[in-house]
């Protein structure tokens, strides 16, 4: 019967050894590099904080909330940034209510995809560098 042990993480000056035993599983030991966890972690923070921005954006437009509201306003000028190079790729749809216009815009979809594919691509191109070192 095997042996089960909780994870086991130790921290060297250059690497990350991360240990696991389950039974009936097969003992995984990594040696992770600490320059690409933590490259790896700002990548991944940096995405997830423009995906939120942008998912922000795409619901606000979507329930029509008001262009002119501080905070509303303060998102779509910042998410502009990120969604002008997709602008034009389709065009929005948008519907008139009582109360509100709803847009909904292919733009921030497109640009939430590319962005998430572009994040993933960075962090295994520096998996690829780590490898490359023997880790």
Do not use: C
Request: glycine residues 8%; proline residues 4%.
């Amino acid at each position: 019967m095997a042996q089960e042990k909780e994870s086991l993480h130790e921290r060297t000056d250059n690497v990350i050894h991360i240990t696991r035993h389950s039974s009936g599983d097969a003992v995984i030991d990594h040696d992770t590099p600490v320059w690409f966890v933590r490259a790896k972690n700002i990548i991944y923070y940096v995405l997830g904080l423009i995906e939120t921005l942008l998912g922000l954006r795409f619901l606000f437009m979507l329930l029509g909330a008001n262009p002119r509201s501080g905070f509303t306003a303060f998102l779509y000028a910042i998410t502009g940034i990120f969604i002008a190079p997709f602008s034009g790729i389709f065009n929005p749809v948008s519907t008139r209510g009582l109360a509100a216009r709803s847009v909904f815009d292919p733009a921030t979809i497109v640009a939430m995809a590319i962005y998430a594919l572009i994040g993933w691509g960075m962090v295994k191109l520096l998996w690829i560098r780590a490898s490359k070192n023997g880790y």
